[in-house]
């Protein structure tokens, strides 16, 4: 007989109109066809005049622990519906195994699913797990210090077409969507505070309101915003990834450090292209400022113009440019830390990903809360 054509073969046969016999011959394999298949059918044939399940295994080649499987599942299908099940048909080493199977009963709780946590244990792990991240974090930001000396003193080892990359990535790619949202804010800005200032006859006022939160706080703001959504969540998942691939492991195999290798050059294209997307972003919500007051207000494009110079200043400016560069050292940090974090599934690269996104952008918050305050005991 061909055992591969005769894989996991089983039928049905009435002793009586109580007794329903199950034939089960051929190879039974794990390769074959699947038990639940088989159970379906039975389940099928199970009337209310059946009330015992026999079995007859002489046509039975060779059976592994598929067998015992299907006879364990068949046993809680006869037990819900009330039905006897006699196994004296099944070959011997099947009713050793199933009653060394059921020799010893399952300890009560023993399964995960019994054990509910209290609520004070919820608020124990939870506390543990901060404090193992807040460890983490402060272990990753010393690893990064030491690795900017590193730096200074030029011993660190990465390669500068990935750098080249990384700036083409963080820098020229983010350009679109930059645009948009800039435009957009300042079009916000000036149509909220068109309508206010027009009541008083103070329409030229709105070239300042623009300019001034524009270059002092939401260029800045906005653009590590989306820099964290964008760029933060892409490092976040390349290094996760190359976790969950284990490629990581690979670099320290080989002598490589995975903060030099990985993380340092996108640090570095970060604190190179913020500041340029800082002022291009700049540029680009005062021009959809000034769009809103010239159809809106009736203001000359000249007269929007010198009024925004005439509102900003230099500090301004390059007080907004120095945020944009911490920004960009904070949204990098934060993807390549949930990056290395990353748990070694694919589900665990998506949260990742979200977690950095949520951690760059609060970090730019607290740290925009933090500027303000000490921009404002400088008299910045």
């Keep these: 007989m061909d055992i591969k054509a005769a894989l996991n073969q089983f039928s049905f046969d009435h002793r009586d109109d109580s007794t329903l016999v199950v034939r089960l011959s051929g190879a039974w ?17 199970l009337s209310a005049q059946i009330r015992v399940v026999a079995f007859k295994a002489s046509e039975l080649i060779s059976w592994d ?5 299907f006879v364990v599942q068949l046993s809680g ?20 195994l199933l009653a060394l199977a059921e020799a010893v009963p399952e300890k009560k709780g023993a399964r995960k699913e019994a054990a509910k946590a209290t609520f004070l244990e919820h608020v124990g792990h939870t506390a543990i797990g901060a404090g193992d991240s807040l460890g983490e974090m402060l272990k990753f930001l010393g690893e990064m210090a030491v690795t900017f000396f590193r730096l200074v003193r030029l011993r660190v080892r990465f390669r500068a077409v990935d750098l080249f990359l990384l700036v083409q990535q963080c820098g020229a790619q983010a350009l679109p969507i930059v645009t948009l949202i800039s435009f957009l804010v300042g079009v916000i800005l000036a149509f909220v505070g068109a309508v206010q200032l027009k009541q008083f006859g103070a329409q030229i ?6 300019g001034i939160a524009i270059v002092h706080e939401m260029g800045a703001m906005m653009t590590g915003i989306i820099m964290a959504g964008r760029t933060g969540a892409a490092f976040a998942a390349q290094i996760g990834t ?14 490589f ?27 680009v919500g005062v021009l959809g400022g000034a769009t809103v ?13 010198r009024e925004t110079i005439h509102a900003i200043s230099l500090t301004d400016l390059f007080g907004g440019v120095f945020k944009s560069s911490v920004y960009g050292v904070l949204i990098a940090l934060s993807g390549c ?8 599934s694919s589900s665990a690269v998506g949260d990742a990903a979200t977690s950095a996104v949520v951690t760059g952008i609060v970090a730019i918050v607290g740290a925009c809360g933090v500027f303000a305050v000490v921009f404002y005991v400088l008299g910045i």
């Design 205 to 210: 006022y709105v070239a300042d309101l623009v």
């Design 257 to 283: 450090s995975p903060l030099e290798f990985l993380v340092l050059p996108r640090v570095i294209a970060l604190i190179f292209m913020m500041p340029l997307l800082c002022l291009y972003s700049d540029f």
């Design 77 to 96: 299908l006869c037990y819900r519906h009330g039905i006897h099940m006699d196994r004296g048909g099944l070959p011997p080493g099947v009713r050793r």
């Design 242 to 255: 190359m976790k969950v691939t284990q490629e990581i492991d690979a670099f320290t195999t080989m002598g």
């Design 337 to 344: 830390l949930r990056g290395i974090q990353c748990g070694n």
């Design 29 to 45: 394999r794990l390769g074959g066809e699947p038990s639940s298949a088989f159970l379906a059918d039975c389940e099928r044939q």
């Design 65 to 69: 622990s598929s067998v015992i499987v």
């Design 293 to 305: 007051a010239v159809e809106m207000l009736d203001l000359s494009w000249t007269t929007y113009v």
